[in-house]
Structure formats: structure tokens, C-alpha cells
């Protein structure tokens, strides 16, 4: 990819740094300095929630502003699961290197307990044993959403025996997990990673976690300013259409695989897992039930989500995210090409919209998406042998830091074991798919 090719032979710091080197466009369009003041109110929103004062929150949307950055990759993980701890510290790199304060990240939570077996955001790896995060049996993990409110959750620990915490180090680390009945399983690890980073990674960068019910609401307010771009485009009503014809034209073709068309615009909250929905006549159903169905138009959608019921696909979480407030996303071994063809789409949604001044800006973006998540991925990955063997979080960063970029990202399995990058490596072999295509024009590489 262009953006590592002048680091991989560099210390893993300078590419940290370079991901979070970014200053806002000195001039953008109406469109793109109103959709950066809903970030910054949201954030200022989430900030204050999470229990910052007044003056600190303001200070965490005025950074993002000046160094739009943020990471979108660990999803909703416990800060110490593997996958999601040596991300945290390649972020922590680079927000050391540019002097800032704030550690935003935007946390998926619409994925179910299991990503696969034994991992996922139900799961930790300590110590070479998987310990079930929650103790919960496998009828109230299969196919559940962890975004659900089907509580209540508690920290358990426990391995495949059913014993809590059964070695020193979980133990240590469950004394160290708020003891509290949460209603669903990501608020939980909300809490917990605000907790644990606090305890472990220092107050010298804060952590600011957004999740899939934080970037709803930022829709909704978009949807309740009739001057936002979002709410002309979702108003009109033959508009409507055009995302989901474009994502099955993607999918019937060399691109397919990377923007899914599981759904419509938004999930519908069920009581225990997320429900995809249909454009159909002027609505957004459920396929399998009458009884779930809500009017596509502004007024009703916020309504809506402001009620917890909706939660937005990939495509409308970095549109409002990324896409339209120019913000930079850190993201893992797929985002380098579903980012750039999330931003296509949106292209088409503004070409049809005919704002000019918006598509000026989606050209001038530099690296709008780089490589973020699991850049840093040791041999060993195990945070808790890593942090005792070297003293400490600071003491890793500098460890780590000083590994070449090719060192430390490992043997890049996520790249070479996935099936969607196979595909792209034969499309690009038999040119079905070009650095020219219509689908990477708004790249911003």
C-alpha cells in the first residue's frame, strides 16, 4: 500500500506517527465544516458521559478538529484481548509523537458474541487459555448481538470448566473489572477499557470510546438540522435507492465482498440481536416481520434512533465518522479497500445530490484511510508477559517503537489468510481490477 511503502524499513514509531501526522483542510466546503461541528458536539457529549468535565471534553473535540484522527479497528474488544491491547499501544505511539491528549476510537458493536470460535468480543486469551469473558453459556451466546440490552452482564473469567478466574493473573485482572450488572455486553467492556486504561496506560492520553449507539446519534442529528446534507439527501425520496442498487452492483462484481449488503442503511435493535432491514416502498422493514418498520424519512428515522431501535450500517457510520468531516480512520487488514469503496459510494450519493463544493473536498483528502489495526502484532502477543517482562505500558511503546515497521507487524496473516484480499490478488493478476478503476477514484491516495 503507498502509504507504508516509505516506512516498512523504518522504526514502527515513525509510521505511528505518520498515521496520526494530519491537519484539517485550511478551506473545506459548508457541508464539511458543519458535519466536523456535529463530531464535535458529539464528542463533547460522549466525553461528559464518560465522566470528563466540561473543559476537558471541549479540549478532546477541538483536537480531533485541528488533528482529525481517529482509530476504528480493535471494535468492541477488552482493552487487554491481544488484538485489540497492540493497537491500542501503535495508537498510543503516534498520539505521543503529535503531542495530543486524546485516544478516540470508534468501537463496533453490532457483531455478535462469537466471531469465530473462541474469539470475539465474548472471549479473552490470557496466559495461552481462552476464558469466556462473562461465563455465559453457549444458548446465550450464539447469535446474539453484544449491542443488546438482554442482560444483565457481569465479568466472570471463567475457562472451559466453568471456573472463575482460575489463574493469579485472572484473578488480578478480574479484581481490577467493575463488579456492576450492565444491561448488555459492550457497555460493559465500555466501562471496563475506561477503567483499565486509566489504571494501566496513564493519564497522559485519555481514552474516548464511541460506539455504534454514540455514531446513531450523531446521525440523528443530522437528521433533525434541515440544513445538514444528510437530511436533503435522505428526504428526497428518489434518492433513497441509489446506495442500495450501487452496493448490489459492487457485489455482483470483482469487488464483491467488501461493503455487504446485509442490510439497509440501519440495523433495528431486537431484544437480542440486531435485525437487517429492507428498503421497501418508502420504508425500512424486517424481512421476516410485519411488526418491525420505520418510515424513510428524516423526522421518523431520528425518532427512531433517539428510541434505541436503530443502529447504522458500516457505509452511514463512516459517512458521518470520516466521509463528510474529513476525518482520517485507522482501521485493520480490510478498511485499506472497503474505505476507498465506501467513499465511492458516497461520491455517487453527492454526484446525485449535485454538490459540487463536496466533491471538491473528497478530492483533496490525503490518506482519508490508513493501516491501523494490528500494525503491531509481536510473536508471542501476550499483553500480560509483555507488560511484567518489560515494566510497564511506557517501557513497551519504546521497546516496540524501535522495531522496523516490517519487524513488527509479523508474518501479516490477516492479509495472506484472508479470503476477500485472495480474491483481490486474482483480480488484480488478471486485470479485472485497475489502480484506474472507477471504484478507487476517491482513494485520496
Known amino acids: 500500500m503507498p502509504s507504508i511503502e516509505p516506512y516498512w524499513k523504518k522504526p514502527l514509531r515513525n509510521y505511528a506517527a505518520a498515521a496520526y501526522d494530519l491537519r484539517r483542510q485550511t478551506t473545506s466546503s459548508f457541508v464539511r465544516d458543519q458535519?466536523?461541528?456535529?463530531?464535535?458536539?458529539?464528542?463533547?457529549?460522549?466525553?461528559?458521559?464518560?465522566?470528563?468535565?466540561?473543559?476537558?471534553?471541549?479540549?478532546?473535540?477541538?483536537?480531533?478538529?485541528?488533528?482529525?484522527?481517529?482509530?476504528?479497528?480493535?471494535?468492541?474488544?477488552?482493552?487487554?484481548?491481544?488484538?485489540?491491547?497492540?493497537?491500542?499501544?501503535?495508537?498510543?505511539?503516534g498520539l505521543q509523537s503529535s503531542g495530543r491528549r486524546w485516544h478516540v476510537t470508534y468501537a463496533g458493536s453490532t457483531m455478535s458474541f462469537k466471531e469465530s470460535a473462541k474469539k470475539g468480543p465474548g472471549w479473552l486469551k490470557m496466559e495461552g487459555e481462552v476464558l469466556n469473558l462473562f461465563g455465559l453459556p453457549r444458548s446465550r451466546m450464539d447469535g446474539r448481538s453484544i449491542c443488546c440490552s438482554?442482560?444483565?452482564?457481569?465479568?466472570?473469567?471463567?475457562?472451559?470448566?466453568?471456573?472463575?478466574?482460575?489463574?493469579?493473573a485472572a484473578k488480578r485482572l478480574l479484581e481490577e473489572l467493575p463488579p456492576t450488572l450492565f444491561p448488555s455486553?459492550?457497555?460493559?467492556?465500555?466501562?471496563?477499557?475506561?477503567?483499565?486504561?486509566?489504571?494501566?496506560?496513564?493519564?497522559?492520553?485519555?481514552?474516548l470510546q464511541l460506539d455504534d449507539f454514540d455514531v446513531a446519534g450523531l446521525i440523528a442529528d443530522h437528521l433533525e438540522d434541515p440544513t445538514s446534507w444528510l437530511y436533503e439527501f435522505f428526504i428526497a425520496e428518489r434518492h433513497a435507492a441509489v446506495l442500495p442498487d450501487a452496493i448490489d452492483r459492487l457485489n455482483a462484481g470483482p469487488w464483491r465482498g467488501w461493503v455487504r449488503s446485509t442490510t439497509d442503511y440501519f440495523w433495528y435493535v431486537g431484544p437480542e440481536r440486531v435485525l437487517p432491514l429492507v428498503l421497501d416502498d418508502g420504508n425500512l422493514r424486517d424481512v421476516a416481520s410485519t411488526d418491525v418498520m420505520v418510515k424513510f424519512a428524516p423526522d421518523k428515522i431520528a425518532s427512531a434512533i433517539r428510541d434505541r431501535k436503530l443502529l447504522p450500517t458500516l457505509f452511514l457510520a463512516f459517512l458521518v465518522l470520516s466521509i463528510l468531516p474529513g476525518i482520517r480512520a485507522l482501521g485493520g487488514c480490510r478498511q485499506p479497500v472497503y474505505l476507498p469503496v465506501l467513499r465511492y459510494l458516497a461520491a455517487l450519493c453527492v454526484e446525485r445530490s449535485g454538490d459540487g463544493d463536496l466533491l471538491n473536498d473528497l478530492r483533496q483528502d490525503n490518506y482519508p484511510g490508513m493501516w491501523g489495526h494490528r500494525v503491531l502484532r509481536p510473536s508471542a502477543g501476550d499483553p500480560?508477559?509483555?507488560?511484567?517482562?518489560?515494566?510497564?505500558?511506557?517501557?513497551?511503546?519504546?521497546?516496540?517503537?524501535?522495531?522496523?515497521?516490517?519487524?513488527?507487524?509479523g508474518d501479516l496473516t490477516s492479509f495472506t489468510g484472508d479470503t476477500l484480499w485472495s480474491e483481490m490478488s486474482k483480480h488484480l493478476a488478471s486485470g479485472e481490477i485497475k489502480v484506474s478503476a472507477a471504484e478507487w477514484k476517491w482513494s485520496g491516495v
Open 384 to 409: 500480560f508477559h509483555d507488560i511484567n517482562g518489560s515494566g510497564g505500558i511506557l517501557a513497551l511503546v519504546e521497546d516496540y517503537g524501535s522495531l522496523p515497521l516490517f519487524e513488527a507487524s
Open 185 to 207: 455486553a459492550s457497555e460493559a467492556i465500555k466501562v471496563a477499557n475506561a477503567k483499565l486504561w486509566s489504571s494501566h496506560f496513564g493519564r497522559s492520553v485519555n481514552l
Open 150 to 168: 438482554d442482560g444483565p452482564y457481569q465479568f466472570a473469567l471463567s475457562n472451559s470448566a466453568g471456573v472463575e478466574a482460575p489463574t493469579g
Open 35 to 93: 458535519a466536523m461541528l456535529l463530531v464535535r458536539s458529539m464528542v463533547e457529549r460522549v466525553a461528559q458521559k464518560a465522566g470528563f468535565g466540561l473543559d476537558d471534553a471541549r479540549s478532546a473535540s477541538l483536537e480531533l478538529t485541528a488533528s482529525p484522527v481517529l482509530q476504528t479497528g480493535p471494535h468492541t474488544l477488552l482493552l487487554f484481548e491481544p488484538d485489540a491491547f497492540y493497537t491500542h499501544l501503535f495508537s498510543l505511539m
